[in-house]
T-cell receptor, first 113, second 114 residues
Framework: AQTVTQSQPEMSVQEAETVTLSCTYD???????LFWYKQPPSRQMILVIR??????QNATENRFSVNFQKAAKSFSLKISDSQLGDTAMYFC??????????FGKGTRLSVIA | NAGVTQTPKFQVLKTGQSMTLQCAQD?????MSWYRQDPGMGLRLIHY???????DQGEVPNGYNVSRSTTEDFPLRLLSAAPSQTSVYFC?????????????FGPGTRLTVL
């Protein structure tokens, strides 16, 4: 079974600074998808960014980017120019096609003014 | 599109009571799932369905039943509520095939079992 590990239960960052959240996963598959979800205090799950394993180029969405290292099974999220609205739980998730999404335990990020 | 809807948003039960958490989606998604979220545990899969008439167990299925009679609806039944089922429950849906496979989540149901 696939597992997803987020080794940082909590992190904090100063407003406007850059922070990186770590995620590693375990799989024997070659084709799969990786995601980062944000959960603000409203509890709503919001997709931040996704990466297809067959794509070597790292995904980028505005201030959010990933560092995808397939051989190392690592998928970290970098948030640049952190904003107060980035304060949330962040979940890393793994999925093969036609199987359920598997989540890590999450990292609570606090952005400090 | 309303997306994924869940009712109720909050519920308090007594031990031994039964109830059904409702989930519906209007995006014609084949794949639907139920997760529970507990502090420090992330989201854990309870049950999922790849289409009408097909369901399967996830990581933590004990104490829960599901059925999928239509593409749109995927209710979760608690047969005899226990305090260990106090949690936030999320329903999610996605297309089974396709390049992006984005999973959409409902707003969640906070359940307290006394």
């Amino acid at each position: 079974a696939q597992t997803v590990t987020q080794s940082q239960p909590e992190m904090s960052v100063q407003e406007a600074e850059t922070v990186t959240l770590s995620c590693t996963y375990d799989t024997s598959e070659n084709n799969y998808y990786l995601f980062w979800y944000k959960q603000p205090p409203s509890r709503q799950m919001i997709l931040v960014i996704r990466q297809e394993a067959y794509k070597q180029q790292n995904a980028t969405e505005n201030r959010f980017s990933v560092n995808f290292q397939k051989a190392a099974k690592s998928f970290s999220l970098k948030i640049s120019d952190s904003q107060l609205g980035d304060t949330a739980m962040y979940f890393c998730a793994f999925m093969k096609e036609n199987t359920p999404l598997v989540f890590g335990k999450g990292t609570r990020l606090s952005v400090i003014a | 599109n309303a997306g994924v809807t869940q009712t109720p948003k909050f519920q308090v039960l007594k031990t031994g009571q039964s109830m059904t958490l409702q989930c519906a989606q209007d995006m014609n998604h084949e794949y639907m799932s139920w997760y529970r979220q507990d502090p420090g545990m992330g989201l854990r899969l309870i049950h999922y369905s790849v289409g009408a008439g097909i369901t399967d167990q996830g990581e933590v299925p004990n104490g829960y039943n599901v059925s999928r009679s239509t593409t749109e609806d995927f209710p979760l039944r608690l047969l005899s509520a226990a305090p260990s089922q106090t949690s936030v429950y999320f329903c999610a849906s996605r297309l089974t095939s396709g390049a992006y496979n984005e999973q959409f989540f409902g707003p969640g149901t906070r359940l307290t079992v006394l």
